[in-house]
Protein backbone atom coordinates (compact mmCIF):
# COMPACT_ATOMS: atom_id res chain seq x y z
CA UNK A 1 0.00 0.00 0.00
CA UNK A 2 1.28 3.59 -0.77
CA UNK A 3 0.06 6.52 0.99
CA UNK A 4 -0.17 10.14 -1.22
CA UNK A 5 0.44 13.41 0.94
CA UNK A 6 -2.52 16.10 0.65
CA UNK A 7 -2.45 17.63 -3.02
CA UNK A 8 -3.00 21.14 -3.44
CA UNK A 9 -6.72 21.17 -3.44
CA UNK A 10 -7.22 19.63 -0.38
CA UNK A 11 -4.47 21.67 1.54
CA UNK A 12 -6.04 24.61 0.33
CA UNK A 13 -9.64 23.98 1.59
CA UNK A 14 -7.51 23.20 4.95
CA UNK A 15 -8.46 19.67 4.82
CA UNK A 16 -6.95 17.00 7.83
CA UNK A 17 -4.38 14.14 7.21
CA UNK A 18 -6.17 11.25 8.48
CA UNK A 19 -3.98 8.21 7.41
CA UNK A 20 -0.93 7.37 10.00
CA UNK A 21 1.81 4.71 8.57
CA UNK A 22 4.03 2.74 11.26
CA UNK A 23 6.83 0.48 10.95
CA UNK A 24 6.29 0.31 7.29
CA UNK A 25 3.61 -2.54 7.45
CA UNK A 26 0.72 -0.93 9.59
CA UNK A 27 -1.68 1.80 8.61
CA UNK A 28 -4.04 3.78 10.54
CA UNK A 29 -7.12 5.46 9.47
CA UNK A 30 -8.22 8.06 11.79
CA UNK A 31 -12.47 8.60 10.65
CA UNK A 32 -14.13 11.83 12.53
CA UNK A 33 -17.46 10.94 13.93
CA UNK A 34 -20.31 12.13 16.21
CA UNK A 35 -21.98 10.73 18.95
CA UNK A 36 -25.69 10.84 19.39
CA UNK A 37 -25.37 14.13 21.58
CA UNK A 38 -23.14 15.17 18.68
CA UNK A 39 -19.91 15.26 20.35
CA UNK A 40 -16.63 14.57 18.16
CA UNK A 41 -14.70 11.79 18.28
CA UNK A 42 -12.67 9.82 16.25
CA UNK A 43 -12.83 6.29 15.72
CA UNK A 44 -9.42 4.05 14.54
CA UNK A 45 -9.29 1.53 11.93
CA UNK A 46 -5.86 -0.39 11.87
CA UNK A 47 -5.17 -2.32 8.74
CA UNK A 48 -1.57 -4.24 8.77
CA UNK A 49 0.09 -5.28 5.06
CA UNK A 50 3.25 -6.62 4.00
CA UNK A 51 4.60 -3.32 3.14
CA UNK A 52 3.41 0.36 3.50
CA UNK A 53 5.19 3.42 1.72
CA UNK A 54 4.72 6.39 3.23
CA UNK A 55 4.56 9.47 1.56
CA UNK A 56 8.29 10.40 1.87
CA UNK A 57 8.74 7.17 -0.82
CA UNK A 58 9.90 8.37 -4.29
CA UNK A 59 8.90 6.48 -7.35
CA UNK A 60 12.33 5.44 -7.31
CA UNK A 61 12.41 3.61 -4.02
CA UNK A 62 8.58 1.87 -5.17
CA UNK A 63 10.24 0.48 -8.14
CA UNK A 64 13.06 -0.72 -6.10
CA UNK A 65 10.92 -2.19 -3.59
CA UNK A 66 8.30 -4.37 -6.33
CA UNK A 67 9.46 -4.59 -9.83
CA UNK A 68 13.29 -4.89 -9.69
CA UNK A 69 13.30 -8.01 -7.44
CA UNK A 70 11.41 -9.28 -10.73
CA UNK A 71 13.41 -8.13 -13.45
CA UNK A 72 16.02 -10.89 -13.52
CA UNK A 73 13.40 -13.61 -13.66
CA UNK A 74 11.85 -12.55 -16.93
CA UNK A 75 14.97 -14.29 -18.71
CA UNK A 76 14.11 -17.23 -17.23
CA UNK A 77 10.51 -17.76 -18.37
CA UNK A 78 8.86 -15.63 -16.17
CA UNK A 79 5.45 -13.62 -16.98
CA UNK A 80 4.77 -10.92 -14.19
CA UNK A 81 2.09 -8.63 -13.67
CA UNK A 82 1.99 -5.01 -12.08
CA UNK A 83 -1.02 -3.27 -11.19
CA UNK A 84 -2.51 -0.43 -9.02
CA UNK A 85 -5.50 -0.11 -7.77
CA UNK A 86 -7.61 2.56 -6.29
CA UNK A 87 -10.24 5.35 -6.03
CA UNK A 88 -10.13 8.34 -8.62
CA UNK A 89 -7.10 10.99 -7.39
CA UNK A 90 -5.19 7.99 -4.95
CA UNK A 91 -2.20 8.53 -7.20
CA UNK A 92 -2.68 5.25 -9.32
CA UNK A 93 -1.53 6.57 -12.69
CA UNK A 94 1.71 8.72 -10.92
CA UNK A 95 2.67 5.82 -9.34
CA UNK A 96 2.79 3.30 -12.33
CA UNK A 97 3.75 5.76 -15.29
CA UNK A 98 7.57 5.37 -14.26
CA UNK A 99 7.47 1.95 -13.63
CA UNK A 100 7.55 0.39 -17.11
CA UNK A 101 9.92 2.81 -18.34
CA UNK A 102 12.33 1.91 -15.17
CA UNK A 103 11.63 -1.38 -16.08
CA UNK A 104 12.50 -1.44 -19.91
CA UNK A 105 15.83 0.35 -18.56
CA UNK A 106 17.03 -2.95 -16.96
CA UNK A 107 15.51 -5.22 -19.43
CA UNK A 108 17.64 -3.23 -22.12
CA UNK A 109 20.86 -3.70 -19.61
CA UNK A 110 20.44 -7.16 -19.44
CA UNK A 111 19.78 -7.95 -23.48
CA UNK A 112 23.37 -5.97 -23.81
CA UNK A 113 24.47 -8.62 -21.92
CA UNK A 114 26.84 -11.13 -24.50
CA UNK A 115 25.08 -14.18 -23.31
CA UNK A 116 21.60 -12.70 -24.60
CA UNK A 117 23.17 -10.65 -27.43
CA UNK A 118 24.39 -14.05 -28.71
CA UNK A 119 21.11 -16.12 -28.50
CA UNK A 120 19.30 -12.88 -30.56
CA UNK A 121 17.24 -11.82 -27.42
CA UNK A 122 15.06 -8.91 -28.49
CA UNK A 123 12.68 -6.56 -26.59
CA UNK A 124 9.37 -5.32 -27.67
CA UNK A 125 6.80 -3.52 -26.26
CA UNK A 126 2.87 -3.07 -26.83
CA UNK A 127 0.16 -0.66 -25.67
CA UNK A 128 -3.34 -1.29 -25.33
CA UNK A 129 -6.85 0.00 -23.40
CA UNK A 130 -9.90 -1.13 -22.63
CA UNK A 131 -12.52 1.47 -22.75
CA UNK A 132 -16.46 1.08 -22.50
CA UNK A 133 -15.85 -3.06 -23.30
CA UNK A 134 -14.10 -1.92 -26.17
CA UNK A 135 -9.86 -2.48 -26.84
CA UNK A 136 -7.56 0.30 -28.55
CA UNK A 137 -4.06 0.31 -29.35
CA UNK A 138 -2.45 3.03 -28.16
CA UNK A 139 0.14 3.19 -30.51
CA UNK A 140 -1.80 2.42 -33.82
CA UNK A 141 -3.99 5.45 -33.65
CA UNK A 142 -6.47 3.88 -31.33
CA UNK A 143 -7.22 1.14 -33.58
CA UNK A 144 -9.70 -1.06 -32.31
CA UNK A 145 -8.68 -4.25 -31.60
CA UNK A 146 -10.52 -8.06 -30.97
CA UNK A 147 -10.37 -10.68 -28.72
CA UNK A 148 -10.53 -14.26 -29.28
CA UNK A 149 -9.90 -17.42 -27.93
CA UNK A 150 -7.32 -19.75 -30.31
CA UNK A 151 -7.25 -23.68 -30.36
CA UNK A 152 -5.41 -24.40 -27.10
CA UNK A 153 -7.69 -22.26 -25.22
CA UNK A 154 -5.72 -18.99 -24.91
CA UNK A 155 -7.26 -15.64 -25.20
CA UNK A 156 -4.99 -13.66 -27.92
CA UNK A 157 -5.65 -10.15 -29.18
CA UNK A 158 -6.12 -9.82 -32.75
CA UNK A 159 -4.41 -7.06 -34.38
CA UNK A 160 -2.20 -5.44 -31.63
CA UNK A 161 0.72 -3.88 -32.75
CA UNK A 162 4.20 -4.61 -31.39
CA UNK A 163 7.52 -2.39 -31.64
CA UNK A 164 10.51 -3.94 -31.37
CA UNK A 165 12.92 -1.45 -28.86
CA UNK A 166 16.36 -1.16 -28.62
CA UNK A 167 17.10 1.80 -25.94
CA UNK A 168 15.12 3.52 -23.51
CA UNK A 169 14.82 6.70 -25.41
CA UNK A 170 12.32 4.69 -27.84
CA UNK A 171 10.75 2.88 -24.72
CA UNK A 172 9.90 6.47 -23.37
CA UNK A 173 8.56 8.24 -26.69
CA UNK A 174 6.24 5.11 -27.21
CA UNK A 175 4.66 5.10 -23.53
CA UNK A 176 4.26 9.14 -24.11
CA UNK A 177 2.46 8.84 -27.26
CA UNK A 178 0.22 5.76 -25.94
CA UNK A 179 -0.52 7.80 -22.31
CA UNK A 180 -1.58 10.85 -24.67
CA UNK A 181 -4.02 8.18 -26.61
CA UNK A 182 -5.56 7.00 -23.41
CA UNK A 183 -9.17 8.39 -22.21
CA UNK A 184 -9.33 10.64 -19.59
CA UNK A 185 -12.11 12.77 -18.04
CA UNK A 186 -12.64 15.32 -15.67
CA UNK A 187 -14.20 14.34 -12.05
CA UNK A 188 -15.08 15.77 -8.70
CA UNK A 189 -12.08 14.09 -7.02
CA UNK A 190 -9.45 14.72 -10.61
CA UNK A 191 -9.48 17.16 -12.88
CA UNK A 192 -7.35 14.61 -15.39
CA UNK A 193 -9.00 11.39 -14.59
CA UNK A 194 -8.18 8.20 -16.61
CA UNK A 195 -11.13 6.93 -17.73
CA UNK A 196 -9.98 3.78 -19.37
CA UNK A 197 -7.69 0.57 -18.08
CA UNK A 198 -4.28 0.59 -19.96
CA UNK A 199 -2.07 -2.20 -20.46
CA UNK A 200 1.37 -1.82 -21.44
CA UNK A 201 3.28 -5.19 -21.67
CA UNK A 202 7.74 -5.65 -22.44
CA UNK A 203 7.98 -8.96 -23.78
CA UNK A 204 11.25 -10.63 -24.22
CA UNK A 205 11.93 -13.23 -27.58
CA UNK A 206 13.75 -14.99 -28.70
CA UNK A 207 14.72 -14.59 -32.53
CA UNK A 208 16.34 -17.24 -35.11
CA UNK A 209 16.90 -14.68 -37.07
CA UNK A 210 16.97 -10.53 -37.22
CA UNK A 211 13.25 -9.46 -38.25
CA UNK A 212 11.85 -5.65 -38.87
CA UNK A 213 11.37 -3.38 -36.03
CA UNK A 214 7.62 -3.42 -36.12
CA UNK A 215 5.26 -5.84 -37.15
CA UNK A 216 1.12 -7.18 -36.74
CA UNK A 217 1.31 -9.76 -33.68
CA UNK A 218 -0.69 -11.84 -31.68
CA UNK A 219 0.42 -11.75 -28.23
CA UNK A 220 -0.92 -15.30 -27.33
CA UNK A 221 1.21 -16.23 -23.67
CA UNK A 222 3.99 -19.02 -25.04
CA UNK A 223 4.56 -19.07 -28.67
CA UNK A 224 4.29 -15.26 -30.32
CA UNK A 225 4.65 -15.26 -34.20
CA UNK A 226 8.26 -13.88 -35.23
CA UNK A 227 10.19 -15.38 -31.63
CA UNK A 228 9.27 -17.51 -28.99
CA UNK A 229 8.81 -15.28 -26.35
CA UNK A 230 10.79 -15.50 -23.27
CA UNK A 231 8.87 -14.10 -20.38
CA UNK A 232 7.19 -10.43 -19.90
CA UNK A 233 6.09 -8.39 -17.92
CA UNK A 234 2.71 -6.58 -18.27
CA UNK A 235 1.67 -3.15 -16.51
CA UNK A 236 -1.67 -2.26 -16.27
CA UNK A 237 -2.88 1.30 -14.67
CA UNK A 238 -6.81 0.59 -13.65
CA UNK A 239 -9.46 3.26 -13.95
CA UNK A 240 -10.51 4.56 -10.60
CA UNK A 241 -12.77 2.72 -8.09
CA UNK A 242 -14.68 5.55 -6.34
CA UNK A 243 -17.77 5.41 -4.42
CA UNK A 244 -20.70 8.46 -5.30
CA UNK A 245 -19.61 10.39 -2.55
CA UNK A 246 -16.06 10.53 -3.73
CA UNK A 247 -17.22 13.04 -6.74
CA UNK A 248 -19.08 15.63 -7.96
CA UNK A 249 -20.01 14.53 -11.20
CA UNK A 250 -23.01 16.18 -12.45
CA UNK A 251 -22.56 14.03 -15.91
CA UNK A 252 -24.63 11.42 -15.55
CA UNK A 253 -23.17 8.75 -18.16
CA UNK A 254 -19.66 9.67 -16.68
CA UNK A 255 -20.29 9.01 -12.81
CA UNK A 256 -22.04 5.79 -14.21
CA UNK A 257 -19.02 5.00 -16.16
CA UNK A 258 -16.96 5.97 -12.80
CA UNK A 259 -18.35 3.27 -10.97
CA UNK A 260 -19.24 0.56 -13.07
CA UNK A 261 -15.39 0.04 -15.00
CA UNK A 262 -14.60 -2.57 -12.70
CA UNK A 263 -17.74 -4.75 -13.47
CA UNK A 264 -17.27 -4.91 -17.39
CA UNK A 265 -16.82 -8.30 -18.46
CA UNK A 266 -14.29 -7.38 -20.88
CA UNK A 267 -12.15 -6.04 -18.52
CA UNK A 268 -12.39 -9.09 -16.61
CA UNK A 269 -11.49 -11.29 -19.39
CA UNK A 270 -8.89 -9.58 -20.33
CA UNK A 271 -7.43 -8.62 -17.08
CA UNK A 272 -8.10 -12.26 -15.99
CA UNK A 273 -6.43 -13.49 -18.97
CA UNK A 274 -2.97 -11.08 -18.13
CA UNK A 275 -3.04 -11.68 -14.38
CA UNK A 276 -3.63 -15.63 -14.24
CA UNK A 277 -1.35 -16.67 -17.57
CA UNK A 278 1.55 -14.52 -15.20
CA UNK A 279 3.17 -16.26 -12.43
CA UNK A 280 4.02 -13.07 -10.45
CA UNK A 281 1.74 -10.37 -9.33
CA UNK A 282 2.28 -7.58 -8.01
Known amino acids: VRKRPLNKKELAKKEDDVVTVTDNAYLT ?18 FCFDAVLDEQVTNDEVYRATVEPIIPTIFERTKATCFAYGQTGSGK ?64 IVGLQEF ?32 SHAILQLVVKKHNEVKEGKRNTNTDGNEARNGKV ?8 LAGSERGADTTDNDRQTRFWCISCLSE ?8 WIIIENEKAL
Open 265 to 272: PCRYIVLN
Open 29 to 46: VHEPKLKVDLTAYVDKHE
Open 164 to 195: EVFDVQIVKEFIEKGSASRSTGSTGANEESSR
Open 93 to 156: TYTMQPLPLRAAEDLVRQLHQPVYRSQKYKLWLSYFEIYGGKLYDLLSDRRKLCMREDGRQQVC
Open 230 to 237: VGKISFID
